[in-house]
């Protein structure tokens, strides 16, 4: 499958008064495929909203090279096939949803009232497509943007926090939608922070902290290597003594221990052995690893001291 | 070329148009036509009042002053509405009221407490009168304003009259009454030929606009120039201008073989003396052979060394700049004697102003100058329009002011004379300056035959 | 040009509903209807100082509306992040600064156009003037309306690489230096005698943008003043102002191609 988004080395650079030169964006290697949905996670302030722009050709790489849809950033003609919400933006207060439609349709030469009324419906804004956008809640905000973004039938969309601020409700709507997108077989590209969102609809992600890349590939991948926490009764505390696991968490209280291990270690020696013991084994649970924990695990990662 | 240097090619080829067009052909018509006060505006003004003024509020500004100004005329505040004066005239340079109004206060409300004006001022205000027509060329109210200064005023160097008043005439705006003071000014100019002329002009306009419309007051105007034709025809006839300026009167030596009211030239007899009765007060005493009433003999007491100064007057028009501030250690005083019974007796104090007259120089002139220009008309009669029925045995010029017979007498008189200082400090000898000529006669104003002077009896017509 | 044309549109839009801009219109407005009231403090010029009075409110207001209307337009965008759901789209940004620039020059030519019925409106009913005074007052409107989109590209030229406070005072410090540099030379070359001096203030006046050029209320004020070829020097500054209008974009859109929003 082709690449929708590539990056060699992107790094934009900023000169501040106060901290001197500040690498925002640090020799970043993206590769987003054709028709996925990828998920591009960091703390605030990482970058993300920086290499979007960059992308967008909005503003320039200090050095590095990107290729969007196969041109190189900053081409015009690739402007046609892409499309970008931003985060909370402002539309035009004073205009109506409709017209908000025939606005940025009319910077593709687009005037097609049927498609927008389409795009209205799908986005389900048709019942309030006359009112004005100062009347809309911040849901319908963001669904109209979803809408206009979808004026031009884009190859790629770029999301910038598409949920951000929004009620659960609407968060559901917002995935409803996006996952719609990659059905019709369109990239997105979704730039966030709010982890369980994209866990449920991202097909593969990349974590940024500080400019840099800490980790990128698909979520079943980097999610691999949970743990299980085994329960069992009827134990004496010389026994729990001889459980050496590790990494593991061990506890004995009663005659009750509790190891909570990865599951990567031999689950049925430990379970052997409490059987030999003599104990009965209470419980076996396994536990996913989960995005949060990659996540922090990624961000709180100590960089190597230079 | 890439893109941004065709931009930049373009920038800088606009750039040196905009330049061309502003420099070559906007801003040329801009200070004809538009310029709010002829490059003059912002050199006058404060700082702060200069956005002001330039910035579209200067008429209202100007509105707002002059009614503030006009609180001040009622209480004869005339030192605080001069600045106003000068600040709404830069202000709103269009506003001929004014210009004019103020003007007129310059030329003739600094007064001292005999309400003799301050001629030290009259320069500013013609240069006023001046900038007024030039801010507002295009009405006929500031060159008549600016004439009258100069023919009522100043009552000398009347080409300077005639000048203005012409020029208000050429201005389609003028009112008829008002047309008809430039008659008058040629014949103080001595262009009797030319106030003629004019006078046939005013009245075939008169008789026209009578016919055009039959309103009383385009009657009335007809009937005065045409009695002013009259009366003129008569005077020239009189007076022996036809005689002596017209060929045929000159080939038939007119004036030599008949009778005009100007011959022969008649002697007014001037005398003076002038005594120093206080400090400061000043008692002119003196003769004038003239019974009729209606003479005035110009005096003037000022600086030795006064600037400008012109025999019986000065240079009023030297000054371009207004100055609102005029020197105030020069001393200049005019004022007329008037002639009573043959005589003249008047006080002249100068004590109670000493900001008019300071009296700081060491010497002093006394000039008396007498122009048949300004006499009335049934003196006229007799002196001519030039002089040339007048004479002096002591005192007749032809000097000072070429082509005219005028009487012109000085006498120098010190510092400590007239402030009874120095020699005349013991209060009892009374400094006296008088011409050679001068007699007393009795008590007051008496006159006795005994000193009069050879009288020809002017009601007459002559002996 | 389509881009253009739908930018300008919505910036039209957007500014006729902005409510600092509509309280100074009305501030305006109401200035202009007590004028009348105002004039007869100036006795026997009630017209000039009328005329003079109105044509100072009008223009005041113009000039503040065109410059708090312009100074914002660029940040604001940035700020609500609408530019970029605008320059992802195939919009260049010249376009974008073009549309925003005509945006504001309609809405000037809306606003002004408004003010400009109500002053001469109020002449009319106050002094019952003939029509030839009218026309006047409304051709000067007109050249007040071309001094103001002078004075929008200047700020918008501004706009693309200041912030928009300091944006604020640049322009209107340079309309306000621009309305005297006329006078300002007109007074050096007649009074200064320094060459240098007079060089110096014939460039700068050639440099700057010339408000001055556009207050051409003297001869209506003044009436009787005899102008030649009026209609000549009208379209000298009008092409003027188009000339400096184009310089300024120009140099706006090379700034705003490398500025990074």
């Given at each position: 499958m082709a690449a929708a988004i590539e990056t060699r080395n992107l790094t934009k650079t900023y000169r501040s008064r106060l901290h001197g030169k500040v690498n925002v964006v640090d020799d970043l290697n993206l590769e987003v495929e054709e028709g996925e949905i990828?998920?591009?996670?960091?703390?605030?302030?990482?970058?993300?909203?920086?290499?979007?722009?960059?992308?967008?050709?909005?503003?320039?790489?200090?050095?590095?090279?990107?290729?969007?849809?196969?041109?190189?950033?900053?081409?015009?003609?690739?402007?046609?096939?892409?499309?970008?919400?931003?985060?909370?933006?402002?539309?035009?207060?004073?205009?109506?949803?409709?017209?908000?439609?025939?606005?940025?349709?009319?910077?593709?030469?687009?005037?097609?009232?049927?498609?927008?009324?389409?795009?209205?419906?799908?986005?389900?804004?048709?019942?309030?497509?006359?009112?004005?956008?100062?009347?809309?809640?911040?849901?319908?905000?963001?669904?109209?943007?979803?809408?206009?973004?979808?004026?031009?039938?884009?190859?790629?969309?770029?999301?910038?926090?598409?949920?951000?601020?929004?009620?659960?409700?609407?968060?559901?709507?917002?995935?409803?939608?996006?996952?719609?997108?990659?059905?019709?077989?369109?990239?997105?590209?979704?730039?966030?922070?709010?982890?369980?969102?994209?866990?449920?609809?991202?097909?593969?992600?990349?974590?940024?902290?500080?400019?840099?890349?800490?980790?990128?590939?698909?979520?079943?991948?980097?999610?691999?290597?949970?743990?299980?926490?085994?329960?069992?009764?009827?134990?004496?505390?010389?026994?729990?003594?001889?459980?050496?696991?590790?990494?593991?968490?061990?506890?004995?209280h009663g005659d009750r221990l509790i190891v909570d291990m990865s599951e990567e270690h031999d689950l049925n020696a430990l379970?052997?052995?409490?059987?030999?013991?003599?104990?009965?084994?209470?419980?076996?649970?396994?536990?996913?690893?989960?995005?949060?924990?990659?996540?922090?695990?990624?961000?709180?990662?100590?960089?190597?001291?230079k | 070329m890439k893109r941004n240097q065709k931009l930049i090619a373009a920038m800088l080829v606009l750039g040196i148009a905009q330049g061309i067009l502003h420099a070559g052909f906007i801003f040329p018509r801009w200070r004809k036509d538009y310029s709010p006060g002829h490059g003059n505006v912002i050199s006058q003004l404060a700082p702060d009042q200069i956005f002001l003024s330039l910035f579209g509020f200067r008429?209202?500004?100007?509105?707002?002053?002059?009614?503030?100004?006009?609180?001040?005329?009622?209480?004869?505040?005339?030192?605080?509405?001069?600045?106003?004066?000068?600040?709404?005239?830069?202000?709103?340079?269009?506003?001929?009221?004014?210009?004019?109004?103020?003007?007129?206060?310059?030329?003739?409300?600094?007064?001292?407490?005999?309400?003799?004006?301050?001629?030290?001022?009259?320069?500013?205000?013609?240069?006023?009168?001046?900038?007024?027509?030039?801010?507002?060329?295009?009405?006929?109210?500031?060159?008549?304003?600016?004439?009258?200064?100069?023919?009522?005023?100043?009552?000398?160097?009347?080409?300077?009259?005639?000048?203005?008043?012409?020029?208000?005439?050429?201005?389609?705006?003028?009112?008829?009454a008002r047309r008809n003071l430039l008659i008058w000014a040629y014949q103080r100019n001595g262009q009797i030929d030319k106030s003629l002329e004019l006078l046939y002009k005013l009245s075939d306009e008169a008789e026209d606009r009578w016919q055009q419309s039959r309103e009383f007051q385009n009657h009335q105007n007809r009937d005065t120039i045409v009695g002013n034709l009259d009366t003129a025809l008569v005077r020239m006839g009189q007076r022996g201008w036809f005689a002596q300026n017209t060929e045929k009167g000159k080939a038939e030596n007119w004036y030599a073989t008949g009778n005009y009211d100007t011959k022969p030239p008649f002697d007014v007899g001037f005398s003076v003396k002038a005594s120093v009765v206080e400090p400061k007060v000043l008692r002119f005493e003196g003769t004038w052979n003239v019974l009729p009433v209606g003479t005035r003999i110009r005096i003037i007491l000022r600086d030795k060394d006064f600037p400008h100064a012109v025999p019986g007057g000065m240079q009023w028009d030297l000054e371009d700049s207004i100055n609102l501030d005029p020197p105030r250690d020069t001393t200049f005083m005019q004022d007329e004697l008037f002639v009573r019974n043959r005589r003249f007796n008047k006080k002249v104090d100068m004590s109670r102003d000493p900001t008019m007259y300071p009296f700081t120089k060491k010497d002093y002139v006394?000039?008396?100058?007498?122009?048949?220009?300004?006499?009335?008309?049934?003196?006229?009669?007799?002196?001519?329009?030039?002089?040339?029925?007048?004479?002096?045995?002591?005192?007749?010029?032809?000097?000072?002011?070429?082509?005219?017979?005028?009487?012109?007498?000085?006498?120098?008189?010190?510092?400590?004379?007239?402030?009874?200082?120095?020699?005349?400090?013991?209060?009892?000898?009374?400094?006296?300056?008088?011409?050679?000529?001068?007699r007393e006669i009795g008590k007051g104003n008496q006159v006795t035959d005994d000193v009069l002077i050879d009288v020809p009896a002017l009601r007459g017509g002559g002996k | 040009m389509n881009a253009v044309?739908?930018?300008?549109?919505?910036?039209?839009?957007?500014?006729?509903?902005?409510?600092?801009?509509?309280?100074?219109?009305?501030?305006?407005?109401?200035?202009?209807?007590?004028?009348?009231?105002?004039?007869?403090?100036?006795?026997?010029?009630?017209?000039?100082?009328?005329?003079s009075t109105m044509f100072f409110v009008l223009r005041f207001t113009s000039a503040l509306i065109a410059i708090i209307l312009t100074v914002y337009m660029i940040p604001n965008e940035i700020e609500r992040r609408t530019i970029y759901t605008i320059l992802c789209k195939p919009v260049q940004r010249w376009q974008f600064l073009v549309g925003k620039f005509f945006g504001a020059v309609l809405a000037l030519a809306m606003m002004i156009g408004l003010m400009s019925v109500v002053m001469i409106a109020l002449f009319y009913v106050f002094r019952h003037p003939g029509m030839d005074k009218l026309f006047e007052l409304g051709r000067q409107s007109l050249l007040y309306f071309v001094e103001m989109s002078l004075l929008a590209s200047v700020a918008i030229f501004f706009s693309t690489f200041t912030t928009p406070l300091v944006n604020f005072f640049i322009s209107i410090g340079l309309w306000l230096v621009g309305t005297v540099l006329n006078p300002l030379y007109?007074?050096?070359?007649?009074?200064?005698?320094?060459?240098?001096?007079?060089?110096?203030?014939?460039?700068?006046?050639?440099?700057?943008?010339?408000?001055?050029?556009?207050?051409?209320?003297?001869?209506?004020?003044?009436?009787?003043t005899v102008i030649r070829n009026e209609t000549v020097y009208y379209l000298q500054i009008t092409g003027y102002g188009i000339l400096y209008m184009t310089i300024l974009l120009i140099a706006g859109i090379l700034i705003f191609d490398r500025r990074e929003v």
């Open positions: 990828f998920g591009f996670l960091g703390p605030n302030g990482a970058g993300k909203t920086t290499t979007i722009k960059m992308l967008l050709g909005i503003i320039y790489p200090t050095s590095g090279e990107g290729y969007v849809l196969g041109r190189e950033i900053g081409d015009m003609d690739v402007h046609k096939v892409i499309s970008y919400l931003p985060e909370r933006p402002y539309y035009y207060e004073h205009m109506t949803g409709m017209e908000i439609l025939r606005f940025y349709g009319s910077l593709f030469h687009i005037r097609d009232d049927a498609k927008f009324e389409a795009l209205l419906e799908k986005v389900n804004l048709a019942g309030d497509k006359s009112k004005t956008i100062s009347q809309y809640s911040k849901g319908m905000q963001q669904r109209i943007g979803l809408a206009q973004s979808l004026i031009n039938d884009p190859k790629l969309l770029f999301l910038d926090e598409p949920t951000g601020g929004l009620d659960p409700i609407a968060h559901t709507e917002i995935r409803d939608l996006i996952l719609q997108f990659r059905d019709e077989g369109r990239t997105v590209f979704i730039s966030s922070h709010e982890l369980s969102e994209v866990e449920r609809i991202c097909d593969r992600v990349a974590i940024i902290d500080k400019g840099k890349i800490k980790s990128q590939g698909r979520l079943e991948d980097l999610l691999k290597g949970g743990r299980v926490e085994v329960i069992a009764d009827g134990l004496t505390r010389e026994f729990a003594d001889t459980v050496k696991i590790p990494e593991a968490i061990t506890s004995f379970l052997d052995s409490v059987r030999s013991s003599k104990g009965s084994i209470v419980s076996v649970v396994p536990r996913r690893r989960r995005l949060e924990d990659l996540f922090i695990e990624t961000v709180s990662k100590k960089e190597p001291a | 008429e209202f500004l100007a509105g707002i002053l002059w009614v503030r100004a006009d609180g001040f005329f009622d209480d004869g505040n005339y030192d605080a509405v001069l600045p106003i004066i000068r600040l709404c005239t830069i202000l709103d340079p269009k506003q001929i009221d004014i210009y004019a109004t103020g003007m007129w206060h310059i030329g003739y409300n600094f007064t001292d407490e005999e309400q003799r004006s301050d001629r030290r001022y009259i320069p500013s205000a013609l240069a006023l009168g001046k900038e007024g027509a030039l801010q507002n060329p295009n009405t006929y109210e500031m060159f008549f304003e600016t004439g009258w200064m100069w023919y009522h005023k100043v009552q000398d160097d009347f080409p300077k009259a005639v000048k203005w008043f012409e020029e208000a005439h050429k201005r389609d705006d003028i009112q008829p006394l000039e008396f100058y007498y122009s048949a220009r300004v006499a009335p008309p049934h003196i006229q009669d007799k002196f001519g329009w030039n002089g040339e029925g007048m004479t002096d045995a002591n005192f007749l010029n032809t000097s000072v002011r070429p082509g005219e017979r005028v009487v012109f007498a000085t006498l120098e008189i010190s510092r400590d004379q007239i402030l009874r200082m120095g020699d005349w400090a013991d209060g009892v000898k009374m400094p006296v300056v008088k011409t050679a000529n001068y | 044309y739908a930018i300008a549109t919505t910036t039209v839009g957007e500014a006729i509903r902005r409510r600092v801009l509509l309280v100074i219109l009305m501030i305006g407005v109401l200035l202009l209807s007590i004028v009348p009231s105002l004039s007869v403090l100036s006795a026997r010029s009630e017209t000039s100082t009328m005329i007109d007074t050096i070359s007649a009074n200064n005698q320094n060459p240098v001096m007079q060089k110096v203030a014939q460039f700068v006046t050639t440099l700057l943008p010339n408000f001055a050029n556009y207050d051409t209320k003297n001869p209506i004020i003044n009436p009787g």
